[in-house]
Each structure stands twice: as C-alpha cells, then as structure tokens.
C-alpha cells in the first residue's frame, strides 16, 4: 500500500519532497528525507529471512538518501537465529508487532451495526478526510495531508467515511489492483470509538473489492499483550482471517 501511495503521488509534489521507491533484493524502500517522515521511510516485503548483507545495503541506501529514522517490517517467520546480531550492529530496536489478516472468495456479505452513516467520499472531501486520518495517527504534517490528497486521484484509491450528521468522524481507503485490494487508513475519533464505524468501512470497503473482482482482500492490525486487540477482532468477526504476525524494527542515522 506505501508503495502504491507512492507512485500515485503527483511527479510534481514526489519532487518537491524527495520521494523515492526502491527494490532492493527482493524488498521495498521507500523513503522521504527530513524530520517526522519516518512513516514514509520503510523497508517492507521481506519474502525470505534477510541476510546481513542485504540489511547492510538497505541501510547504505538509507543514509545516502539522509534519512533519519526508518523501520524495517519483518514478517515472524523473517526472524532467524541470526537476526539478533545483524538488528545489533545496525542499532535497530524492536517495536510494535502488527497482525496480518485476509479474507478471500467468496467474499461474505455482512451488515454494519451503526447509527453513522457511511459514504465513498467527494474529491472535494479529500483533504478533510486526510486531515483526519492523519490527525488521529498524530502525524498531521502537511506533506502528510499533500501527499495523500494527491494519490486519491488514483481511480485506484476509493476513499471512505463515516458521518454523525455533518460531521466526519472516521475514514477507510482501499487498493483495488487486478485480483487484490489492500485496506488502510482506518481511523476513528476517539468521541466516535465503539459505534460501529470500523465494521461499517471494512463492509464499504469490501463491496468495493466485491465490485472490483477482486479474490483476495488484505487488512492489517495491532496485536496487544493479550492477544488480538479490538480492531483485529472485529475484523476477524467479520471473516478475516488471520495470516501471520510482523514486527516493527526502528533504525536511526546516529545508531
């Protein structure tokens, strides 16, 4: 999904932030230079156990690209005997553990139980809604907020809302490639939590996939102490399915 953001942002504004997507080995880069751009600084897609080489050459491209701080995504099964000395050398520190989850064709119909009303957004909500989105994460920058406005131009991106009257109070996006759509950027208010919102955009957003012809449609969420936290269950109630668990690894220029 970054890597669709990516090259779905306008080669104007990509410029004006240094944007960059790279393939190294088999895994993504990406990478915006500058402070609080560590959500766009990632290396993601690792299909196999990473050698102490290829964390060596991800890093290089980190720092001649003046990144400060990134995060690499491995998958559990990614996380070998070896890899606690190659994460030591390059300084980097465990994070959060995120779950990945999939629900595949036929895909289920299911019925949102909430007082909100839910809606594909107008191009002219864009920037509303990205606002909020990233408002809840705390990350609202202005690049943040540019950069996506501009990749909802994509007819590839739909983006969804829920509204308490005429306010918005939480957003959806789905991907929709050939056979598979990908899921993001759900976010809710903290006044609005608990009333349906979640369950009401993953229902849009899998009609979406439904429409589209898709097979196959990805999601993500946290994991907690105690297991699955409240957005994976719901999502798993729904019939998702979970795939796998991935953790979060920070790397930073001074480690």
Sequence with gaps: MLL????ATDPALARRYDMDAATIGEVVVTSRPGPDMAFWCQAV?????????????????????DVE??????PAYA???????IAEKHGLTAGETGLKLAM???????????????ARIAP???????TLMWGVFDMEFEANIAV?????????????????????????????????AHLSSGATLASHRRRGAQQALLAARVEAARRAGCSLVVNESGVAAEGYNDSARNQIRVGFTPQYSRRTWTWTAEA
């Excluded at 996380?79 to 000395?85: L, V």
């Excluded at 983006?159 to 050939?178: F, I, K, Q, S």
């Design 79 to 85: 996380e070998t005997p070896e890899w606690p000395a």
């Design 148 to 180: 996506t406005v501009s990749a909802l131009d994509d007819p590839a991106f739909e983006a969804y809302a829920c509204w308490d009257g005429d306010e918005m109070v939480a957003t959806g996006l789905v991907w929709l490639g050939p056979d598979s």
């Design 124 to 130: 002219d909500e864009r920037e509303r809604w990205a």
């Design 104 to 118: 595949r064709a036929p895909l289920p119909y299911f019925t949102p139980h909430t007082d909100l009303r839910t």
């Design 45 to 65: 897609g690792f299909e196999a156990p990473p050698t102490a080489g290829l964390i060596e050459e991800i890093v290089a491209h980190f720092r001649a690209r």
């Design 4 to 7: 669709a953001l990516t090259d």
């Design 69 to 74: 701080v990134a995060r690499f995504v491995l």
